[in-house]
């Protein structure tokens, strides 16, 4: 278990990373698997907030990590 202060200032350093217009997980969960696929299905606007999204959102991070491996797996299958 952390010690308070190190909690505390996990949590200062993701506020400091806030910004004022972000998307949530189900606005990424839109366009993740698009993502997942390929950066180009995205513009340089979005694609700046999905990954910024995947630093904030650890929940969203690990299930995108999970479906980029099973897309590499079946397109390694598909060879």
Known sequence: MQKQ???LTELLA???KTKESEIDCDEF???GPSLAESTTA???DEL???LHHLEMCPGCRENFEILKSIL???QEQQC
């Open 29 to 31: 969960w839109e366009k």
């Open 48 to 50: 700046a907030s999905f």
């Open 14 to 16: 993701l506020l400091r």
């Open 72 to 74: 590499k797996d079946s």
């Open 42 to 44: 995205l513009n340089a």
């Open 5 to 7: 202060p190190e909690k």
